[in-house]
């Protein structure tokens, strides 16, 4: 089995470790593949599992390979991920976890998987400080069991197509959106429990999770939410 991680920042850095783990214990012989272009800032570290001025996917493989996981393979891969590298990082059969900021990184893995006979896919972002969402795509022998990332309800994703390296970094999208250390645990918190979920064979009934941390007027939640029709 070859999982694949996108995104080492605020929500990919918390969930390597424990996916790690999962992955050593309960599925002996898996590959872990970590995909990040960018080095930790300091200032990432404040919501970030890692060490500043460090390639993000080098920092996590180094921490697994620190634990002694002997029966998991683990692979960085410092690169951007866009139109061109989805054909070398990305294959039929993948279990991918989804765990970048941007719309056209996702509708650009959206659109590469649905090539594919099998793949789970799973997105989780941040759309506000205290508020998460996480996108659950499974297709198998061609067929979609849930909706792709791309779909008719989030159409910033499907018209997520402008070039790759347009995009604002991690430091600048912070900045302008900053994330909060435990809405991004929340988030892998839930990408993890659902994929345990599709390992055992349950296929979620749901398209969707909406999760929210709380704050001052908000009570802490997490809503599944089903968008295809039966």
């Known amino acids: 089995m070859r999982v694949v991680v996108i995104g ?4 990919g850095s918390w969930l390597a470790p424990p996916l790690a783990r999962l992955l050593n214990y309960s599925h002996p012989d898996s590959t872990l593949v970590i995909i990040d272009e960018d080095g930790y800032e300091p200032d990432n570290l404040s ?3 890692g060490r500043a001025f460090s390639k993000k996917a080098e920092v996590a493989v180094a921490r697994i390979r620190g634990e002694g996981f002997n029966n998991l393979t683990v692979h960085p891969r410092v690169d951007i991920l866009d139109h061109e590298t989805a054909y070398i990082h990305l294959e039929n059969r993948d279990i991918v976890l989804l765990c970048v900021d941007n719309d056209p990184t996702r509708a650009i893995v959206s659109n590469h998987v649905q090539q ?4 789970m896919l799973i ?12 996108q659950i795509h499974v297709r198998q022998e061609g067929r979609e069991l849930t909706l792709p990332l791309a779909n008719e309800f989030h159409p910033a994703i499907r018209a997520g197509d402008r070039p790759i390296r347009d995009i604002i970094g991690c430091q600048q999208a912070a900045e302008q959106n900053p994330q909060r250390l435990t809405t991004n645990h929340l988030v892998a918190t839930v990408m993890l429990m659902e994929l345990d979920k599709l390992l055992r064979g349950i296929i979620p009934t749901y398209d969707e999770i909406y999760v929210n941390t709380g704050d001052a007027t908000d009570e802490p939640a997490i809503r599944a939410v089903r968008r295809r029709k039966s």
């Open 123 to 134: 997105s989780g972002g941040n759309d506000e400080k205290t508020s998460g969402m996480i």
């Open 47 to 49: 919501r970030q599992n």
């Open 116 to 119: 594919f006979e099998e793949v």
């Open 8 to 11: 080492m920042g605020g929500i």
